[in-house]
């Protein structure tokens, strides 16, 4: 009798504790459909996080490929498990993925275009993820912003910090010029990752003046600008790797005035220290188009 008054009360006590635990859900979450479950919404009852996502590129509702049109599960897997119980871990745990399965979730989407060379890059190579460099749930993906774009880069690229503070630089620091003007991070047939099949090409994107053609041509001009020029920073005029006359004198012989030592007098040497140094007289270093003299045509001047 006693047994049977016991269990007669534990009852209600049961029926109360679960009327309380619905109370306290937070609303609407009792009555989440599959395709609300799908599309990501029920997720953000717990991931309190997750909405952001929604707020940046993957959030666009005209592009009918967006995870926002179909949902969390388009990255992360079917959620059916973990929904029914917490414990369940989600098919795709990005926290214990490698760099290689990563990158196969995104590039189900994220092929071709600017991507096309990805397969075989340097960054492939060397195990970085898509989520090394992108922050997928955030309103704003600092790589995508030119002003906080450096600072991603620079993580790895610590050696490139310094440069882009010296005197002679791009303007990187305003954010007028990012580090995607003039490398593709996902891969390129140039060198060092640039956007166009080699330097000159990449450079020309925004130097056209130094295109050309020119009746005649400055060979190592021709060649890579980056001989004379190191594009991230130096401490020299234009940013020259070295100053005039040494950079110069590192590829023409010594002969004439090109290997006297400088003077400061009125000789023909005295213009190598002066001022722009060699510039004085041959102006027109990238090439020429100084049909006139041929002496004037040979050696660069106007």
Known sequence: MKQYMEMSVAAPRAALLALLVILCLPAGVLAQTPEEISSGKFCANCHTSAHLIWA??????????APVSVGCMMCHGDPAEHVKSPANPMPRRFSKMTSAEKNEVCLTCHQGRTRIHWQGSKHERNDVSCSSCHQLHAASDPVRDKLTQTDVCFACHKEIRPLINRPSRHPIREGMVSC???HNAHGSVGPSMVIRDN???TCYTCHMEKRGPFIRTHQPVQEDCSICHNPHGTTNPNLLKIRQPFLCQSCHEPTSHRGNIASLTGSSTGANTLARGCLNCHTSIHGT????DLNNERT???
Do not use: L
């Open 180 to 182: 995607s003007d003039c």
């Open 300 to 302: 660069f001047r106007r």
């Open 199 to 201: 330097v000159n090409d």
């Open 289 to 292: 188009n100084n049909p006139t």
């Open 56 to 65: 940046g590129k993957h959030g666009t509702k005209a592009d009918s490929r």
